[in-house]
C-alpha cells in the first residue's frame, strides 16, 4: 500500500480512517467495506465506512469515544436494552439520568474507559482517503443516531457535545463524516500515514496532534483532557 507523510496542512485538510493494524492485509486487498461497528451496533442502522476531515478531528472524536466508554455496559444486552429503551417516550428518563449519572462518578468506569482507550492508541492506525465528494460522500448526508430520536440532553451526555457538534439538525460533523451507506472505499483511494520520523502508529500521531493542534483541549474536549493529565508524561 502507497505511504504518505503527514504534514501540518493535514491537521485541518484531507480525510482520515482509523483503523485496527490487523486489519491492514485485508483493506488491501478489498479496500474498506462498509460496517457497523460493536459499540454503533445498536445504534446505527446500515452499514458505512466512518472518517475525519484533517486529523485535527481525531481529537474531537477521542473525546467523544472515551466519554461513551465510561456509559458502554459489559454486557452487550444491557446496551441493546439501553438503545431501544432511550428512543421511547414513554420511558421514565429519570432512570437513564441516575444510570449515567451513577457512572460518570465512577473511578473504576473512568481507568476502564482509559484503558480501553489505551489499548485503540497502541494497536491502531491511520489510513489517508482519497475521496470524492457526491461519489463517495456528501457533506449533508445524514447522521443517524442523532436521527433516531435520542433527546439531544442524551447526544450531549454520550459525546455529541455542543462544543463540537451541531444538534440543531441531523447533518453530520467533520469530526464524525462518513460515506454513502453500504459504499465500499476502492485500496486504490487508501495511503497508510506515517510521521517524518517514519512512525505510522496511531499513537505517534496523536502526539502530533496535540503538539500541533489549534483546539482548547482543556476546555473544548474535558474528557480527552483528563485522560492526557492522567498519563502524564506519556502524552
Not at 460493536?38 to 478531528?57: M, Q, T
Request: hydrophobic content about 35%; charged content about 30%; proline content about 2%.
Amino acid at each position: 500500500m502507497e505511504r504518505y507523510i503527514l504534514s501540518k496542512k493535514d491537521m485541518y485538510h484531507n480525510y482520515f480512517h482509523m483503523t485496527h493494524e490487523k486489519n491492514l492485509e485485508n483493506i488491501k486487498m478489498h479496500g474498506l467495506l462498509p460496517n457497523i461497528g460493536a459499540h454503533a451496533k445498536y445504534i446505527e442502522k446500515s452499514k458505512k465506512v466512518f472518517f475525519v476531515e484533517g486529523i485535527d478531528n481525531f481529537l474531537l472524536l477521542f473525546d467523544c469515544w472515551i466519554n461513551c466508554y465510561f456509559y458502554i455496559p459489559v454486557i452487550p444486552f444491557i446496551y441493546q436494552l439501553g438503545a431501544f429503551f432511550l428512543r421511547q417516550k414513554w420511558f421514565p428518563m429519570f432512570i437513564a439520568d441516575g444510570y449515567f449519572g451513577t457512572l460518570k462518578k465512577s473511578k473504576l468506569q473512568r481507568k476502564r474507559a482509559f484503558k480501553i482507550f489505551d489499548g485503540f492508541l497502541n494497536d491502531s492506525i491511520v489510513l489517508k482517503l482519497d475521496l470524492e465528494e457526491n461519489v463517495d460522500f456528501n457533506y449533508h448526508d445524514e447522521d443517524e443516531i442523532k436521527a433516531r430520536g435520542y433527546q439531544k440532553r442524551h447526544l450531549e451526555l454520550m459525546g455529541y457535545s455542543k462544543k463540537y457538534s451541531t444538534l440543531e439538525n441531523n447533518s453530520m460533523d467533520k469530526w464524525n463524516l462518513h460515506a454513502f451507506s453500504n459504499h465500499k472505499i476502492d485500496s486504490k483511494k487508501i495511503k497508510i500515514c506515517y510521521l517524518e520520523d517514519e512512525s505510522y502508529k496511531l499513537k505517534d500521531i496523536f502526539k502530533y496532534c496535540l503538539e500541533n493542534t489549534k483546539i482548547d483541549i482543556e476546555n473544548v474536549c474535558p474528557i480527552l483532557w483528563d485522560y492526557i493529565t492522567s498519563r502524564k508524561g506519556v502524552f
